[in-house]
C-alpha cells in the first residue's frame, strides 16, 4: 500500500521561502511519479510541480516557474519542493500526490495523495 505524507507547511513573509517535504512508502514499487497540487479558498485545486522517481529533474506549472524547485533523495524515499521568493497568492494547501504512471498525474487524478499542508505567505 502507497502512503504519503508531508510536512514543512507554515507562515512566511512575501519573499520568503519555504520547503515542502513528502516522505513516500511504495513497499511494491508501482509508483513512477510525485508532485505537488495546490488549493487555496474559493479557487480550483491546481498541479504545482512533478518528478519522475527515478529522475531528477521537474516539470512545474508556469505561475511557480523560476521560484520552485523540485528534487528527490533516493536514499531517504522522499521528494521536497523548495519554494523560493513566495507570493501571496502561494497561500494555499498544498498536496503532495503520485501515480503509477505519468498519465495518471497528468489527467489531474492522481491514485494516492497526502493530507496536505498548509502554507500562507503574508503582505
Known amino acids: 500500500q502507497v502512503h504519503l505524507v508531508e510536512s514543512g507547511g507554515g507562515l512566511v513573509q512575501a519573499g520568503g521561502s519555504l520547503n515542502l517535504s513528502c516522505a513516500t512508502s511504495d513497499p511494491t514499487f508501482i509508483i513512477e511519479v510525485v508532485g505537488w497540487f495546490r488549493q487555496a479558498p474559493g479557487k480550483e485545486r491546481e498541479p504545482v510541480a512533478y518528478?519522475?522517481?527515478?529522475?531528477?529533474?521537474?516539470s512545474y506549472a508556469d505561475s511557480v516557474k523560476g521560484r520552485f524547485i523540485i528534487f528527490r533523495d533516493n536514499a531517504k524515499n522522499t521528494v521536497y519542493l523548495q519554494m523560493n521568493n513566495l507570493h501571496p497568492e502561494d497561500t494555499a494547501v498544498y498536496y503532495c500526490?503520485?501515480?503509477?504512471?505519468?498519465?495518471?498525474?497528468?489527467?489531474?487524478?492522481?491514485?494516492?495523495w497526502g493530507q496536505g499542508t498548509q502554507v500562507t505567505v503574508s503582505s
Open positions: 518528478i519522475r522517481w527515478n529522475t531528477n529533474s521537474g
Open positions: 500526490a503520485a501515480d503509477r504512471a505519468l498519465l495518471g498525474f497528468m489527467s489531474g487524478r492522481p491514485n494516492y
